[in-house]
């Protein structure tokens, strides 16, 4: 069974700053694009940040300067540094891996539990 674990939520005044970090299960072959989302009880989920194998990135306009995401293919880890954190950005984080178990297999998204941030203001 793949896993993806979030860990870094928490609770920061606005203004401020969190680094949230997705770890994948290592039982797999290799991981291709490593997506943030972020989803609140009044909207859908949404598209934070996006990083592919080859260190492509991608970013809705709300996250363009203020959010950074990285990662360390040998950990199997993708981090996402948020900046300048609004009382908008309060949400459950989750974390999505595109994986491929096996070599020649097919690839599958898997995502994470959530992480909580909550930006005060």
């Known amino acids: 069974q793949v896993q993806v674990m979030e860990s870094g939520g928490g609770l920061v005044q606005t203004g401020g700053s969190l680094r949230l970090s997705c770890v994948v299960s290592?039982?797999?072959?290799?991981?291709?694009?490593m997506s943030w989302y972020r989803q609140t009880p009044e909207k859908q989920r949404e598209l934070v940040a996006r990083?592919?194998?080859?260190?492509?990135?991608i970013y809705p306009d709300s996250a363009k300067g203020r959010f950074t995401i990285s990662r360390d293919n040998a950990k199997n880890t993708a981090y996402l540094q948020m900046n300048s954190l609004t009382t908008e950005d309060t949400a459950v984080y989750y974390c999505?891996?595109?994986?491929?178990?096996?070599?020649?297999?097919?690839?599958?998204?898997?995502w994470g539990q959530g992480t909580q941030v909550t930006v005060s203001s």
């Open positions: 290592r039982n797999i072959f290799t991981t291709d694009a």
């Open positions: 990083i592919y194998a080859s260190g492509t990135t």
């Open positions: 999505q891996a595109r994986v491929q178990r096996t070599r020649g297999g097919m690839y599958q998204e898997y």
